[in-house]
């Protein structure tokens, strides 16, 4: 399961040592080993969890893409080459696989009302101001193309340069730079002074 | 929404451009300096940086939505009389040595729940809870396995012959076979299962037995 504190520790730990371990664990894969591959499982869970749901917003997507993605390490780890770091290549893998899914998916007929509904539970304490500033939210990036939402998802919660994200999205820095342009003015005009008392 | 904008490569255009990498950190030390010494003139770019930090940690204190989702799976397995309670959660919590990372927890889950709805629908009358080892059912099933989705029927075949294991059930909707291999020898075949590569998931079912 995951939970925030899994991700907090995922984030905190030095960004340096991860890779160092990411491709110790990768090189025991190639040999075949399957804790190193469970440990790559566990540890990439969470954060492509998050992505692909902001992405793709459909629990049943989400599951097999990530299994999918995961499936690439194990079945052909050989096709990392290193030019990227290994979080960077695995969700470029998993954007790829996302967007063919949402492709088969009729967009036409996407029912934006049980997006929301399936992705935004509000808990008990979320009767609030910051839980009508999150449903408001999750509305206005609901409304932002699988795309947008990709480069929002990146660099807000996982703090991934644009750089990196252009990587991931196989598109030119200035995309980037221009998505997330568009997708702030969106969700600025949707939030309105709502976020004046945030933070 | 357009895909390109043009913006005038001045400091401010690109202060506007870069202010999101420039909260969430990620800006080179180079690209950091130029936008900083720009804020230190541009009050406006001074409130879009308080703007976009309150933006930034609002979406990073949105719900992680795939928790919400799997905790309804996880209510509803366990709302599952008896075999939901024991034996998905079993499934849920138990490292598989291979089956846990190929299949992740929910598809394990949901398999269990394919078989949990399955194996009772002969006799849709029947309580769903009625025990295993009941008469009517003198030899259930003791095993759980998938196979990887390529492996050919022969290769099955010959998994089920090494620990002389017998089907009783499936292919189940995820494609998951129930077995029965004689009690005393199940530790045994479940090792020499999970050491098969085509077998990504051995599990045993713990129903009651009989002797």
Same mark, same amino acid.
């Given at each position: 399961?995951? =939970?925030?504190?899994?991700?907090?520790?995922?984030?905190?730990?030095?960004?340096?040592?991860?890779?160092? =371990?990411?491709?110790?664990?990768?090189?025991?894969?190639?040999?075949?080993?399957?804790?190193?591959?469970?440990?790559?499982?566990?540890?990439? /869970?969470?954060?492509?969890?998050?992505?692909?749901?902001?992405?793709?917003?459909?629990?049943?997507?989400?599951?097999?893409?990530?299994?999918?993605?995961?499936?690439?390490?194990?079945?052909?780890?050989?096709?990392?080459?290193?030019?990227?770091?290994? =979080?960077?290549?695995?969700?470029?893998?998993?954007?790829?696989?996302?967007?063919?899914?949402?492709?088969?998916?009729?967009?036409?007929?996407?029912?934006?009302?049980?997006?929301?509904?399936?992705?935004?539970?509000?808990?008990?304490?979320? =009767?609030?101001?910051?839980?009508?500033?999150?449903?408001?939210?999750?509305?206005?990036?609901?409304?932002?193309?699988?795309? /947008?939402?990709?480069?929002?998802?990146?660099?807000?919660?996982?703090?991934?340069?644009?750089?990196?994200?252009?990587?991931?999205?196989?598109?030119?820095?200035?995309?980037?730079?221009?998505?997330?342009?568009?997708?702030?003015? /969106?969700?600025?005009?949707?939030?309105?002074?709502?976020?004046?008392?945030?933070? | 929404?357009?895909?390109?904008?043009?913006?005038?490569?001045?400091?401010?255009?690109?202060?506007?451009?870069?202010?999101?990498?420039?909260?969430?950190?990620?800006?080179?030390?180079?690209?950091?300096?130029?936008?900083?010494?720009?804020?230190?003139?541009?009050?406006?770019?001074?409130?879009?940086?308080?703007?976009?930090?309150?933006?930034?940690?609002?979406?990073?204190?949105?719900?992680?939505?795939?928790?919400?989702?799997?905790?309804?799976?996880?209510?509803?397995?366990?709302?599952?009389?008896?075999?939901?309670?024991?034996?998905?959660?079993?499934?849920?919590?138990?490292?598989?040595?291979?089956?846990?990372?190929?299949?992740?927890?929910?598809?394990?889950?949901?398999?269990?729940?394919?078989?949990?709805?399955?194996?009772?629908?002969? %006799?849709?009358?029947?309580?769903?809870?009625?025990?295993?080892?009941?008469?009517?059912?003198?030899?259930?099933?003791?095993?759980?396995?998938?196979?990887?989705?390529?492996?050919?029927?022969?290769?099955?075949?010959?998994?089920?012959?090494?620990?002389?294991?017998?089907?009783?059930?499936?292919?189940?909707?995820?494609?998951?076979?129930?077995?029965?291999?004689? %009690?005393?020898?199940?530790?045994?075949?479940?090792?020499?299962?999970?050491?098969?590569?085509?077998?990504?998931?051995?599990?045993?079912?713990?129903?009651?037995?009989?002797?």
């Amino acid at each position: 399961m995951i =939970s925030e504190e899994a991700l907090t520790a995922v984030r905190g730990k030095s960004a340096e040592a991860q890779v160092d =371990s990411d491709l110790e664990l990768l090189a025991k894969v190639r040999a075949g080993d399957r804790t190193a591959f469970e440990q790559l499982y566990r540890h990439y /869970h969470p954060r492509l969890t998050r992505f692909l749901w902001t992405l793709v917003r459909r629990p049943t997507i989400v599951e097999e893409v990530l299994d999918d993605t995961m499936m690439v390490v194990w079945n052909r780890p050989d096709s990392y080459h290193g030019a990227s770091k290994l =979080s960077t290549w695995l969700f470029a893998i998993a954007y790829r696989k996302a967007m063919r899914a949402l492709r088969k998916q009729d967009e036409a007929v996407e029912d934006l009302a049980a997006d929301r509904r399936a992705s935004f539970d509000p808990g008990p304490d979320e =009767s609030s101001s910051r839980g009508r500033v999150r449903e408001l939210l999750m509305q206005a990036i609901v409304e932002l193309t699988p795309a /947008h939402r990709a480069v929002v998802d990146l660099t807000y919660f996982h703090e991934l340069g644009y750089r990196e994200i252009a990587v991931i999205l196989e598109c030119p820095v200035d995309t980037v730079k221009t998505r997330m342009f568009h997708a702030r003015r /969106h969700l600025r005009k949707k939030l309105g002074g709502s976020l004046t008392d945030w933070v | 929404m357009a895909e390109i904008i043009q913006l005038r490569n001045n400091p401010h255009d690109e202060a506007q451009q870069l202010l999101p990498w420039l909260v969430n950190g990620s800006l080179s030390p180079d690209e950091a300096e130029r936008v900083e010494a720009h804020l230190a003139v541009c009050e406006e770019c001074r409130a879009e940086v308080d703007a976009e930090r309150r933006l930034a940690a609002a979406i990073e204190s949105m719900p992680i939505n795939s928790d919400a989702a799997f905790e309804r799976i996880e209510r509803r397995l366990e709302a599952q009389p008896q075999f939901g309670l024991s034996r998905a959660s079993g499934l849920w919590r138990k490292r598989v040595p291979f089956g846990w990372a190929v299949i992740s927890p929910l598809a394990a889950a949901a398999a269990v729940a394919v078989l949990i709805i399955n194996v009772p629908s002969r %006799q849709p009358t029947e309580p769903l809870y009625r025990a295993l080892g009941a008469s009517e059912i003198s030899r259930p099933a003791n095993l759980v396995v998938q196979f990887q989705p390529a492996t050919r029927l022969s290769d099955m075949q010959a998994a089920l012959q090494s620990v002389d294991a017998r089907l009783t059930d499936g292919p189940t909707a995820t494609g998951a076979y129930l077995l029965r291999v004689d %009690q005393s020898k199940r530790e045994l075949a479940l090792k020499r299962l999970r050491d098969n590569e085509s077998i990504t998931l051995a599990e045993p079912i713990d129903g009651p037995t009989p002797g």
